[in-house]
């Protein structure tokens, strides 16, 4: 199913190419603030946005999912380019990141993401919407304090990110203010079931609208009503490239002479773990976003991305994982297959090359708006009452997931989540392995499937409810696996049986005698 061929490809490049688009405006400021929040350069979140596009969309299997610098990785990166003494040492660490992420894939590792609870991947989507919309509005009116954390609260503490938001209506921009709310009504409009039926907004990304709706608002404020104008500061900030020898100075190579440091080995196994965990969320979430439900190996996206760590360590970019963020916004502008995310890396360049002069036109706040309306559409309310729908079992491990990914972070918040619905998982278990049927002072115990030692505590109280002078038959010809554990409380419950005149009756092999 993930090999596809080149009709497949062109079939679908009429939505792809402007999917791109969107995705390249939403990565944009982020592989910049990414860069600066990890006291890198800040050509090395592009170069890593650059190879995530370019190299790691073409080794996945995912045809949607977008790969990058991730604000998760931002303190570790700050961190370990601090304890190795340079930027150039801690690429060594990239490069051996990546390396290990090879053998990670090449050694199946990658079925880990088949364990994440559906409720909990869907939880992390809607808390993640909810991070967006907390940490733009702040951008939105012209507080533009730390763009690199606005898909993670790995960088901030949900107090610091509340904080900021309360503070920012105490400084807000008239200006910005106008450009955040008129992008996010075209958005709203552009996306409309009556305005769709136009051929040319099918084709034209809303995204891209909002942007050049800001840049044109900005440009008439500066001339007629210079104090609406959003000042300099709260605008993109791109290099400068003149000629060929300034773009190849944005490279910087690794500094091999480290290897002798333990740190570095230490750094990379960090940087494997962490990023490979964030890419097999991201690949989940990502195929529950999917309108077409196709699943991506996980394996195989392990490979990819350290492929892409190995090349972004090797020329001097960030570590690179799956991110949700970008992958998101691929999908709700209508993606469809891994050109998307290819041509927004495309654009990623030819802005570096040719177009930093106009990219550096545009508001912070056009491009809040776009992601406050990807994460409106990541918190999905009525998700919500769907989930209740479907029981507690589903409804608690997904508010308690949003929750704890909001007051700690997403890694934290997910193996909350995934505790949580482990417990319904086994109090489910607990409950439907071992039944008891009556008729008369005929009793049946049936084990209708594989009992574990967890079920011993649910037996004895059952064989406890069986009166004397009874006949018991125990039934476990449908269970494929017996604990040790069971069958000694069954052989027990035998030897008791007789002191009640309880005549006991085994079907299958479910006792230790």
């Known amino acids: 199913m993930i090999h596809k061929h080149i009709d497949y490809y062109v079939k679908h490049l009429k939505h792809d190419a402007p999917a791109s688009i969107a995705v390249f405006l939403v990565a944009l400021p982020l592989c910049l603030g990414i860069a600066l929040a990890s006291g890198a350069p800040l050509a090395a979140g592009l170069i890593a946005g650059m190879i995530g596009g370019l190299v790691v969309s073409w080794a996945s299997g995912s045809q949607l999912s977008v790969s990058g610098p991730a604000a998760g990785l931002t303190v570790i990166v700050f961190t370990a380019i601090e304890t190795l003494g340079s930027f150039e040492a ?42 967006l919309i907390i940490k733009q509005i702040p ?11 606005d898909d993670s609260y790995m960088l901030e503490t949900a107090g610091s990110s509340l904080k900021e938001l309360v503070g920012a209506f105490g400084t807000i921009s008239i200006g910005a203010t106008i ?43 500066f001339n007629i009503s210079p104090s609406l104008a959003v000042e300099a500061k709260h605008l993109v900030s791109l290099p400068i490239i003149n000629d060929f020898s300034q773009f190849t100075e944005l490279f910087v190579f690794p500094d091999f002479h480290i290897l002798s440091n333990p740190q570095v080995y230490i750094v990379a196994v960090t940087l494997a773990i962490i990023a490979s965990l964030e890419t097999l969320l991201s690949l989940e979430a990502v195929n529950k976003l999917d309108p077409l439900k196709r699943i991506a190996p996980t394996n195989r996206e392990l490979k990819a991305q350290g492929l892409g760590n190995i090349l972004s360590g090797m020329i001097g970019g960030l570590p690179i ?64 009452f769907q989930m209740y729908k479907e029981g507690l079992s589903q409804f608690l491990p997904f508010v308690i997931t949003i929750i704890a990914v909001l007051v700690t972070d997403l890694l934290q918040g997910i193996i909350v989540g995934i505790v949580v619905g482990l417990f319904f998982v086994i109090r489910a278990n607990y409950h439907s392995s071992i039944v008891m049927l009556r008729e008369g002072d005929k009793y049946t115990i049936e084990f209708k499937k594989d009992v574990s030692f967890l079920n011993k505590a649910l037996l004895r109280s059952l064989f406890l409810k069986i009166p004397e002078n009874s006949h018991v038959l125990i039934d476990c010809s449908r269970s494929q696996f017996v604990d040790h554990d069971i069958m000694e409380t069954v052989a027990d419950f035998i030897k008791a049986a007789q002191d009640d005149n309880i005549e006991v009756e085994i079907k299958g092999h479910c006792t230790s005698l």
């Open 90 to 131: 801690f690429l060594v660490s990239v490069v051996l990141a990546g390396i290990l992420q090879l053998l990670m894939g090449y050694f199946k590792a990658g079925v880990i993401g088949a364990f994440f609870p559906s409720s909990v991947i869907k939880a992390m989507l809607s808390a993640i919407g909810l991070i």
């Open 321 to 384: 994982t799956a991110v949700i963020v970008r992958s998101s916004a691929n999908v709700h502008a209508g993606g469809m297959t891994k050109i998307s995310a290819f041509l927004h890396a495309v654009w990623l360049l030819l802005s570096i090359l040719f177009l930093a002069k106009y990219m550096n036109m545009i508001p912070l706040a056009a491009l809040a708006a776009i992601l406050l309306y990807i994460g409106f559409k990541l918190v999905n309310p009525k998700q919500f």
């Open 139 to 149: 951008h939105a009116v012209g507080y533009d304090v730390s763009f690199e954390g």
């Open 179 to 221: 450009i955040a709310l008129g992008g996010v009504f075209i958005l709203i409009v552009w996306d409309s079931s009556w305005m769709r039926k136009f051929t040319i907004v099918r084709r034209t990304p809303g995204a891209l609208m909002a942007v050049i709706w800001g840049i044109v608002f900005n440009l008439l404020a």
